[in-house]
């Protein structure tokens, strides 16, 4: 069951950051980090530009675009691109995973099979979850919060705050996830989830 739980996670995580990679890509932005997982790198390369990572932890992941959260000149940084395109980037992640999440729901439900069910209900609420305004650092925290710091602030101030706010509210909802393991695994075990 535990099993189960994380390596529905990690192939969640892995195709939600592979969606922004691949979205900041067709939009001409430069992805300078892919990573799956935070903390100490375990393994890496370089490809076209872009650092491909796999660290310790792997609780989440992330795409480092080029003066994601700085101001630039460069046509190629995420702060430079026309929120339509910011949008889509931020978007394409929770849209991957709610879409395999539909699909593996369904097929699980139909040829009754719980790992494809489980997998699809995870999915979706990574998806959603994800998407929700609740935090500047979750994916809906970039759609709604930025442009609302950039109109209060300008563009150069409001990205300094909303790179605070963002640092923090990642630190706030890092602790809670590791604080939430324990209970996790409980449920799991005990076949809640």
Same mark, same amino acid.
């Given at each position: 069951?535990?099993?189960?739980?994380?390596?529905?996670?990690?192939?969640?995580?892995?195709?939600?950051?592979?969606?922004? %990679?691949?979205? !900041?890509?067709?939009?001409?932005? /430069?992805?300078?980090?892919?990573?799956? @997982?935070?903390?100490?790198? %375990?393994?890496?390369?370089?490809?076209? @530009?872009?650092?491909?990572?796999?660290?310790?932890?792997? %609780? @989440?992941?992330?795409?480092?675009? /080029?003066?994601?959260?700085?101001?630039?000149?460069? /046509?190629?940084?995420?702060?430079?691109?026309?929120?339509?395109?910011?949008?889509?980037?931020?978007?394409?992640?929770?849209?991957?995973?709610?879409?395999? @999440?539909? &699909?593996?729901?369904?097929?699980?439900? *139909?040829? =009754?099979?719980?790992?494809?069910?489980?997998?699809?209900?995870?999915?979706?609420?990574?998806?959603?979850?994800?998407?929700?305004?609740?935090?500047?650092?979750?994916?809906?925290?970039?759609?709604?919060?930025?442009?609302?710091?950039?109109?209060? *602030?300008?563009?150069?101030?409001? =990205?300094?705050?909303?790179?605070? !706010? #963002?640092?923090?509210?990642?630190?706030? $909802?890092?602790?809670? #996830?590791?604080?939430?393991?324990?209970?996790?695994?409980?449920? &799991?075990?005990?076949? !809640? $989830?």
């Amino acid at each position: 069951m535990i099993f189960t739980f994380l390596i529905s996670l990690y192939i969640c995580i892995i195709f939600h950051e592979l969606g922004h %990679l691949l979205a !900041a890509k067709l939009v001409k932005c /430069k992805v300078e980090v892919f990573s799956i @997982g935070f903390g100490k790198e %375990l393994f890496s390369f370089n490809y076209k @530009g872009t650092k491909y990572r796999i660290a310790l932890f792997p %609780l @989440g992941g992330f795409n480092k675009l /080029k003066d994601e959260l700085s101001y630039s000149r460069s /046509k190629y940084a995420f702060t430079n691109l026309k929120y339509r395109d910011k949008l889509f980037i931020i978007s394409t992640g929770c849209a991957i995973n709610i879409f395999m @999440g539909l &699909i593996a729901f369904n097929l699980g439900k *139909y040829f =009754l099979n719980y790992n494809l069910y489980y997998f699809g209900w995870l999915s979706l609420a990574l998806g959603i979850t994800n998407f929700l305004p609740i935090a500047p650092c979750l994916d809906g925290g970039y759609a709604v919060w930025m442009p609302i710091y950039f109109k209060l *602030y300008g563009k150069g101030k409001g =990205l300094i705050k909303f790179e605070k !706010a #963002n640092k923090i509210s990642f630190i706030i $909802l890092m602790i809670l #996830n590791i604080l939430c393991i324990p209970l996790l695994i409980k449920l &799991i075990i005990q076949g !809640a $989830l």
